[in-house]
């Protein structure tokens, strides 16, 4: 899901200078509530316009932390139905197999030649309202990942 733009410039703000560190380029910023891997892009489309979920509310923080080894994030929590919707939607297709359990985050980079990010621990805050989601796909590259906006499906308010 796209990141609104407050929550963008406070994230650009953060000291992103640590060489050792392989940082996300902004432009690419977004929460994912749900990784599949080699799946068709088409057939996944046509679940996920299928998803009837509301509106829900994000909250970043506390502290950036990592995620796994070397993934360097900023938690965010108050996703989880929205995650299961997404999760129920496309819940019928092979690429679900050893998926990893929701943990709502924006990653920041990944450790590349570090114990320890510098800005790991720093206070994060923040929460806005998500009224849409994303189907984005994602390829490798040299520089890392790009992603490109397949779909986007807008999400009613909670209290409809």
Same mark, same amino acid.
């Given at each position: 899901?796209?990141? !609104?733009? /407050?929550?963008? =410039?406070? +994230?650009?703000? *953060? ?5 050792? %560190?392989?940082?996300?380029? !902004?432009? /690419?910023?977004? =929460?994912? +509530?749900?990784? *599949? ?5 088409? %057939? ?6 299928q998803i009837r979920a509301k ?49 709502g985050h924006l990653t920041l ?9 510098k800005l790991e621990g720093t ?38």
């Open positions: 899901m796209p990141i !609104p733009a /407050q929550v963008d =410039v406070e +994230l650009r703000r *953060l000291n992103r200078s640590q060489p050792e %560190v392989q940082w996300t380029n !902004p432009d /690419q910023w977004h =929460v994912t +509530l749900q990784f *599949l891997e080699h799946c068709d892009i088409g %057939v996944i489309e046509e679940s996920f316009l509106s829900s509310t994000a909250v970043l923080g506390p502290r950036i932390s990592l995620l796994g080894r070397n993934n360097l994030v900023v938690p965010v929590r108050g996703l989880t139905d929205l995650a299961h919707q997404v999760q129920k939607s496309v819940e019928p297709h092979e690429s679900l197999k050893n998926q990893l359990s929701f943990v980079g990944r450790l590349k030649d570090a114990n320890r990010a206070p994060v805050s923040g929460s806005f309202v998500v009224t849409e989601l994303e189907l984005v796909q994602s390829v490798l590259g040299i520089g890392g990942p790009t992603h490109t906006t397949v779909n986007r499906l807008s999400l009613p308010p909670q209290f409809e």
